[in-house]
């Protein structure tokens, strides 16, 4: 649908949100389907992902 979502990868804590310059960020582990899909990706990469709400295609816009 266009929105922005960012996630950031930790090695615990997935799940968590933190609210950060007005964005919700939030947590996921790089043993979750979700972060193991970000893994290795770049700026424009486009991931395929797992989700509770089934697959969903996502686009790497920025990393910090």
Known sequence: DGAEVRYLVLPCAGGRQVVHGGSTVTAVSPGSPLGRSLLGKGIDDE???????GRTALVVVDLA
């Open 47 to 53: 991931v395929i992902a797992r989700t509770p709400r």
